[in-house]
């Protein structure tokens, strides 16, 4: 049982490096995800268009602002259902 | 654990440095528009600060500092203010979450600057009370036995 | 053998991810306690995110939070990296410890019903208390049929 799961392991590690050799290289500034066009929009823009110079927050609570609230609510959703799996009794 | 609990160099250092954690966490939450910050990494920061005081000085006692209903409250207003902010654009007549429409400052950047705030002290609050809530509920009861220990020590 | 080193040199981010991962699914799949699978999903996540802000990284960059007269260099000169990585993880992360503290409530609750956090009790345990839910059981219906 622990030699077939250290065979799937390794069968998926190797492939995930194979994988890896057609990735940018660390610290690559001609990665394609660097060079998107959207990735340069929000650097030029993020400040004009939200007014906050920290890039990070004008995405998280502007650009996907929608996406943050849905993690809020899913912080939110699974503080409650703690509660309620441990201490329905009290309740 | 008790052992811990008991060393008096421990509880006189947590009790020196529980401000300034809450403090230094405030302001992560409210710099999170011009710097390295933001209302998750905040309201985390809130949260150990708390956990901190309930491990050295007990549950029970912690919980006389902020109190379940305390917890709910914010967990739930948090979430509120987040989405009120959204629903306030609406009102404006404009698109779910869009700040820009709505009329607090001369222009829509510094509006949005405004409501960014907002938000995030709104995350602040739901991730500092989930932390505690969860910290509070995880942690097994205390029995008879660690209260007498604090009792002693005070 | 010195081509081999420059090109793990060159991508080592993502061996140190991969090696992670695969521990932390090593965990996930040959452990039967289900704490120490809980610590593999961790890990698991953890890789992840490694793999998410190592790809944001540029060299030379600095953190995407916009300079203004605080350094002497022209604004255009300032390499940012890329922010929305970064955004990703914040929010992953969150979910990770929701997931986290969601898995060890469920694993408090199990104990108390079983008595136990090893995972071959507890399904004995269940096959005792409900034979339809036995392997057993579920084989015969299908021959059965």
Known sequence: MKLAALFVVILTGAMLIYAGQDLPAFGDSESPAYQHRMTQYFIENAESESGVTNIVTALLANYRGYDTLGETAVIFTAGMSVLMLLRRREL | ?154 | ?145
């Open chain 2, 1 to 154: 654990m008790s052992d811990i609990q008991q060393s008096i160099i421990i509880r006189t250092i947590v009790r020196i440095m529980i401000p300034f954690i809450l403090l230094f966490s405030l302001y992560v939450i409210m710099h999170g528009a011009s710097g390295p910050g933001g209302g998750f990494q905040g309201g985390v920061i809130f949260g150990a600060g708390i956990i901190l005081y309930a491990m050295i000085y007990g549950i029970e006692e912690a919980k006389k500092k902020i109190s379940d209903k305390a917890n709910r409250i914010l967990a739930s207003g948090g979430l509120v203010l987040y989405a009120g902010t959204g629903l306030l654009a609406i009102l404006f007549g404009g698109m779910f979450l869009e700040y820009g429409v709505i009329p607090l400052m001369p222009t829509t950047a510094y509006t949005a600057k405004i409501l960014i705030d907002v938000v995030e002290i709104g995350i602040g609050m739901t991730v500092l009370a989930v932390m505690i809530s969860l910290f509070f509920d995880i942690s097994p009861p205390e029995t008879e036995e660690d209260m007498h220990i604090h009792e002693e020590v005070e």
């Open chain 3, 1 to 145: 053998m010195a081509g081999i080193i420059d090109i793990v040199y060159a991508e080592y981010n993502y061996w140190i991810y991969v090696t992670l991962m695969m521990i932390g699914f090593y965990a996930m799949i040959a452990k039967k306690n289900l704490i120490k699978k809980v610590i593999g999903a961790n890990i698991f996540q953890t890789a992840i995110f490694l793999f998410y802000i190592s790809l944001s990284d540029i060299k030379g960059g600095t953190e995407p939070i916009l300079l203004h007269g605080e350094t002497s260099t022209h604004a255009a000169d300032i390499i940012y990296t890329n922010p929305v990585p970064h955004v990703l993880i914040l929010t992953a992360i969150v979910v990770s410890v929701s997931t986290t503290a969601l898995a060890l409530a469920l694993i408090i609750r199990i104990y108390e019903e079983y008595g136990s956090i090893e995972e071959d009790v507890i399904l004995a345990a269940r096959r005792k208390l409900n034979p339809e839910f036995s392997e057993y059981a579920r084989q015969s219906e299908v021959d059965s049929q």
